[in-house]
């Protein structure tokens, strides 16, 4: 026997893993819940919006231009990003899975082509532009809130910019990681 | 098993993955190959995917947890069996899966045909790897 037939009979002769009784049962509940899953994300997004669009009309924004200006770049930029993560899910989502692995290792590396793009051209934007939305709003903030509120407002955001930073940077070093192993 | 090294939790986790995107995927199936070529394709495709997940741990990691373990019957033999696993962790994930399909027993050209390569380049691929594998579990270099 040579020396791989004799790792393949090994291979052969390790223990197997016992097949579940309610195999098909636990299938048919991973999938109701992905579907669950699914509905309660569009229910939170749905929610999210309604909330941002009523609270525009409660504190008036609309009246105030700048105010308004910055509450729409802040809230558009925070929108554009939700909507580019949901569209990328998707893609990735449509990926032909029952197609051969090469093809199918091509059409990953294409999906994170396209993410590097996004990591790299739309990400630094969008973080620019809300922050250039919250700029616009700090004069406002500043005229309605009390000094020690507006300092909070201020180091929080700061504090908040950074950390989203560093979990956006995290994410995107992640998947550069899988596109070179995808390339190799 | 070989996609996660050896960790039998994973491999379950991943096998209702395969499941579920068969399920998901059924209406798709046009029988332009066999039930099995297709399923096969969906898995390797599937542990492919799973390059996502953060809780597929590295390859040392586990291989630590399965060291950690007593060995019962054949030392050696058991050893033998984590080197490999650790080897084929090493390997590119495409060779990865080839070479799995080997192990599996499936003939070459079905496998070409799960992998979408030429019968030639899946014969000359598995030679490759059959020699820097079993160099590896030697050696412990691949």
Redesign the interface.
Known sequence: MT??ED??S???N?AK?EI?KD?AK??LK??TS?RKKQVITNIVLTATGLVLVAFFFYVSAYKFQTVMIGLFLMIGALVLRIGLEFSSIRT?KN???????????KQ?IRYYMKRKKVHFVLTPIIILVYCIGFLMLLPAFKESLSSGFYNYVVVSSMVLLIVLSIFIAREVW?ELA?LK??K? | ?GYVNGN?AL??DLT?EV???V???LA??REEASIAT?IY??T???C??Q??K?KYLRGNEIFEKLTETPEESNPS?EN??KK?YQCINKL???SR?VILLE?E?LPQKEIA?????SHEAVRVRIHRI??S??QC??NDSI
Do not use: C, H, Y
């Open positions: 020396a791989f790792l393949k090994q291979w052969e390790q893993s579940p195999g636990q299938i991973k999938i992905v990735l990926l032909n899975v029952s197609t051969s692995a090469e093809k199918f290792k990953m992640k899988i192993e995808l190799d | 098993m039998d491999a379950k209702q499941f579920v995107k399920w998901e995927n798709s199936f297709w394709r969906i390797v495709n599937t492919l995917l390059l996502r953060k033999k033998q069996l490999m590119p994930k495409n899966g192990l027993g045909e799960i992998m979408g390569l059959k020699n594998l079993t579990v030697k």
